[in-house]
T-cell receptor, first 116, second 109 residues
Framework: ETGVTQTPRHLVMGMTNKKSLKCEQH?????MYWYKQSAKKPLELMFV???????ENNSVPSRFSPECPNSSHLFLHLHTLQPEDSALYLC???????????????FGPGTRLLVL | GQNIDQPTEMTATEGAIVQINCTYQ??????LFWYQQHAGEAPTFLSY??LDGLEEKGRFSSFLSRSKGYSYLLLKELQMKDSASYLC??????????WGAGTKLIIKP
């Protein structure tokens, strides 16, 4: 059983829809991450939160909006997405940031997103 | 720029040994991770190396040479369940995790 859960597992949405992805970690970690994974490409880091504060936003379009209400929950709000945003969206958590082995990230199962 | 290189795909036989290589050019180095990802599933942590040498964990071993910017993951006594993608990632001097595109390993009976 994974310590990081994500819902929904699959999502199909139109370009005018608004939806949200949810991530929850049960590991007592302080840092949480959103990644985009496209076929045959490296994982793309989107956002990082450390102790509920956003520390990184890697030039992600504003149609993706993260929210971290507490250190256990992370959301990704989606609106007016494009077909090229179709991908697997992975959430991860780590004990800390900036500390070598404590950067070990634990991933959720991901949300497979299809934008029509 | 920062770069991680690993083969796109490899094929090996059940019961054999396979070595998956990873070379990197990054701004500094604070450790190298290997993850396993089965199709449609989450990546799972396999190993972390920060010092040169070989770290062994059961059937899996990971090697690091910082001077050569090189690592490999060695899988012994291959099983069908080892069919997966193997991701190499390097923690740079800013503690940013730089990911490779992954190596898809196919195990044949």
């Amino acid at each position: 059983e994974t310590g990081v859960t994500q819902t929904p597992r699959h999502l199909v949405m139109g370009m005018t829809n608004k939806k949200s992805l949810k991530c929850e970690q049960h590991l007592g970690h302080n840092a949480m991450y959103w990644y985009k994974q496209s076929a045959k490409k490296p994982l793309e880091l989107m956002f990082v939160y450390n102790f509920k504060e956003q520390t990184e936003n890697n030039s992600v379009p504003s149609r993706f909006s993260p929210e971290c209400p507490n250190s256990s929950h992370l959301f990704l709000h989606l609106h007016t997405l494009q077909p090229e945003d179709s991908a697997l969206y992975l959430c991860a958590s780590s004990q800390d940031r900036g500390s070598g082995p404590q950067e070990t990230q634990y991933f959720g199962p991901g949300t497979r997103l299809l934008v029509l | 720029g920062q770069n991680i290189d690993q083969p796109t795909e490899m094929t090996a036989t059940e019961g054999a040994i396979v070595q998956i290589n990873c070379t990197y050019q990054t701004s500094g180095f604070n450790g190298l991770f290997w993850y396993q990802q089965h199709a449609g599933e989450a990546p799972t942590f396999l190993s972390y190396n920060v010092l040169d040498g070989l770290e062994e964990k059961g059937r899996f071993s990971s090697f690091l040479s910082r001077s050569k910017g090189y690592s490999y993951l060695l899988l012994k006594e291959l099983q069908m369940k080892d069919s997966a993608s193997y991701l190499c990632a390097v923690l740079d001097s800013n503690y940013q995790l730089i990911w490779g595109a992954g190596t898809k390993l196919i195990i044949k009976p």
